[in-house]
C-alpha cells in the first residue's frame, strides 16, 4: 500500500495558517486517497532543541492531538502517533547523520535563521534536526509528503540521502515527492502580510488560534493590516493585506476571488471584516465543541496507542533492515 506521511511540532498553538495549509489539505486526502496509507505525528523530539517545561510540553503534544481529530481526520484511516513513542525514529536518524555532510546541513535557511536569533546556546539537535526530519520520512517509505513552501528545502535532503543511501546499500528507501496545496499553502500573518503567519511570532495579533473564543478571531480580524485603498480586490503583490484576508474567506467559505470581489463591490472592509469574523469563527466553532469532548477522554489515548503500534511495526522493520544492510549487529536469520 502507498503511504503518505506529515507531522507538527508541539510548541505554541495551531492557528489557522497551520490548518488552512496543511491540516485541512490533509483530510481532504484522506478521503481522495482512499488506496493510501496515512500516518501523521506529532513531532515532540523537534520541540527540545530549546528547552520546553516539562508540562506545558505533555499538555500541548495531547493538544494538538486533540485538535487533528477535532479538524477531521479520521482515527481510521490515519495512524497518528506521537514521535518518541517510536524509538525508530532516533535509531535512524543516526544513521543518516552517518549518511549526510556537514555542508547540507550548514547550508539549511531554518537553521541559519534560528541560529542567528538565538545567538548563544545553539545546541547541536538544532543543527542535526534535518536529519532526525530526514528520518522521520524515510522510514516510512511514503510517496508523499505534504509539505509548505517552508519546508521543502528539508524535503529536498531527505530525497538527497534517499538516493544517497539508495546507491550505497540498493535501494531501501522511497524517494518521496512533495504534495503542496495550490491555495492556502501559505497564510499570513495579520499584522505583517509579508510574513507567514506563526505560532511563534510574539505579536499575539498576527495571528488566530484554532481555540480562540469567539470575541478574540473577530477582534483580530478586525485590527489586521490592510490598505489605505479600501477596496476588495485580490492582488498579493501590490495588496497584500486585503488578499490574505480574502485567501482566508475563500478557503472557508469555498468562494472564489471573484466571487468575494462581486459581493463586496463598492463595500469597504469594515463590512468584509466583519463578515469574515463570522465566517471564521463558524468555521472553528465545530472544531472547539470537539476538541473539548476529546482531551480529557480515554478515546483519544486509545486512537494514539493504536497509531503508536503501527507506526513501531513499520519502523522498527525498516531501522533493522537498514542495519542488516551496513553490517549491524549479528546477520539476520
Not at 532516533?90 to 545567538?119: P, V
Not at 522521520?136 to 531527505?158: C, M, R, T
Not at 507567514?196 to 505579536?203: I, L, P, V
Not at 466553532?285 to 473539548?292: F, M, T, V
Amino acid at each position: 500500500m502507498k503511504r503518505i506521511l506529515s507531522g507538527i511540532q508541539p510548541t505554541g498553538s495551531l492557528n489557522i495558517g497551520t490548518y488552512l495549509g496543511s491540516v485541512k489539505n490533509f483530510v481532504k486526502l484522506q478521503e481522495k486517497l482512499p488506496d493510501h496509507e496515512f500516518f501523521i505525528f506529532i513531532a515532540d523530539l523537534h520541540a527540545i532543541t530549546i528547552h520546553k517545561d516539562k508540562q506545558e510540553l505533555r499538555k500541548k503534544i495531547k493538544e494538538l492531538a486533540a485538535l487533528y481529530i477535532a479538524c477531521g481526520l479520521d482515527p481510521d484511516r490515519v495512524n497518528l502517533f506521537i514521535q518518541s513513542e517510536v524509538p525508530a525514529h532516533s535509531q535512524m536518524a543516526y544513521l543518516l547523520q552517518c549518511n549526510s555532510y556537514m555542508g547540507e546541513l550548514e547550508r539549511m535557511t531554518q537553521f541559519k535563521e534560528k541560529a542567528r536569533k538565538q545567538e548563544t546556546g545553539v545546541t547541536v539537535g538544532l543543527f542535526t534536526y534535518p536529519t532526525l526530519m530526514a528520518a522521520d520520512i524515510l522510514i516510512y517509505d511514503p510517496e508523499f509528503v505534504p509539505v509548505g513552501n517552508d519546508q521543502k528545502q528539508h524535503l529536498e535532503l531527505a530525497r538527497d540521502i534517499a538516493v544517497r543511501v539508495n546507491n550505497k546499500y540498493n535501494d531501501l528507501f522511497t524517494v518521496p515527492e512533495p504534495l503542496i496545496a495550490e491555495v492556502g499553502a501559505r497564510i499570513y500573518s495579520l499584522s505583517d502580510p509579508t510574513s507567514k503567519m506563526s505560532k511563534s511570532d510574539s505579536n499575539e495579533k498576527s495571528r488566530i488560534n484554532l481555540l480562540d473564543p469567539e470575541n478574540i478571531i473577530k477582534k483580530r480580524i478586525k485590527s489586521a493590516m490592510t490598505d489605505s485603498l479600501g477596496t476588495i480586490e485580490y492582488d498579493p503583490e501590490n495588496r497584500p493585506g486585503i488578499s490574505n484576508l480574502m485567501t482566508i474567506y475563500s478557503i472557508m467559505a469555498h468562494k472564489t476571488f471573484d466571487e468575494i470581489e462581486e459581493k463586496y463591490k463598492g463595500m469597504g472592509y469594515k463590512e468584509f471584516k466583519e463578515d469574515l469574523g463570522e465566517v471564521v469563527y463558524q468555521e472553528l466553532k465545530p472544531i472547539q465543541d470537539k476538541y473539548n469532548e476529546l482531551i480529557n477522554s480515554k478515546r483519544l489515548d486509545e486512537i494514539l496507542d493504536q497509531g503508536r503500534e503501527r507506526a513501531n511495526q513499520v519502523a522498527y522493520k525498516k531501522v533493522m533492515k537498514f542495519n542488516d544492510r551496513i553490517g549491524l549487529g549479528r546477520k539476520r536469520k
